[in-house]
């Protein structure tokens, strides 16, 4: 499978802990993105990364979340501190670098987060 | 911003055709208009994208006026399996990836 991959599906953490989620893109695609999805929404724009470098984050990101790439493959996001309110599903998604934000994304099956 | 405005919810039934409509007034010139389905606890899925006339691949077809202020996604002869939430974006080559914005989608029911 040369799908975009998450790992874990799943998770429950209780609040204040802190927990990482990684993402897998598709091997030749250098743009990476995060979004958050809550039930019966479309999903959010977290953040967005080429290559490596981190060029745009949502004001959703608050200082308790982060989010690398530090070698232009996998990422990771990390949410510090969790607060019930982050409990949703984070997705993942890839895409080509031939063309802009036009070009379609490639999704992952995500990871949902429950906080109790 | 290009925001763009779909109905809630459709219903139809097996062997029908069904069209969802997305109006996006403010799109820009360099602006695509591409649409996604999300099905329950999986990633959204590219279905087809378009940047005016009629595109038509093996899923669906997307038909963008000449203003390009609105779209039709259309699925020919739907099934059970075609139920899920579809959404409408609008994005170019210069629109930032924040910009892209999914909304909260068409949820279509297809009943037997």
């Known amino acids: 499978d040369t799908g975009v991959s998450q790992d874990p599906r799943h998770k429950i953490t209780k609040r204040g802990q802190n927990v990482t989620f990684r993402c897998d893109p598709i091997s030749e695609h250098n743009r990476l993105y995060w979004y958050r999805q809550t039930l019966g929404q479309g999903p959010e724009f977290l953040t967005y990364f080429q290559n490596e470098a981190q060029l745009e984050k949502s004001r959703l990101l608050s200082d308790r979340f982060s989010a690398e790439r530090p070698k232009g493959s996998f990422s990771t996001l990390e949410i510090q501190r969790t607060e019930q309110g982050d409990s949703a599903m984070y997705l993942c998604?890839?895409?080509?670098?031939?063309?802009?934000?036009?070009?379609?994304?490639?999704f992952g099956p995500g990871t949902r987060l429950t906080v109790t | 911003l290009a925001k763009t405005t779909q109905p809630i919810s459709m219903d139809s039934y097996e062997g029908q055709e069904v069209n969802i409509t997305c109006s996006h007034n403010?799109?820009?010139?360099?602006?695509?208009i591409t649409w996604y389905q999300q099905f329950p606890s999986q990633g959204p899925r590219f279905i087809i994208q378009g940047y005016k006339t009629k595109v038509t691949n093996e899923v669906a077809s997307l038909f963008i006026p000449a203003d390009r202020k609105s779209s039709t996604l259309s699925l020919p002869r739907v099934s059970l399996s075609d139920t899920a939430v579809y959404y409408c974006?609008?994005?170019?080559?210069?629109?930032?990836?924040?910009?892209?914005?999914f909304g909260s989608g068409t949820r279509l029911s297809i009943r037997p």
């Open positions: 974006l609008v994005g170019g080559v210069y629109s930032s990836a924040s910009k892209i914005i």
């Open positions: 998604a890839s895409s080509p670098p031939d063309r802009g934000m036009d070009n379609e994304q490639y």
């Open positions: 403010n799109i820009a010139t360099n602006d695509y």
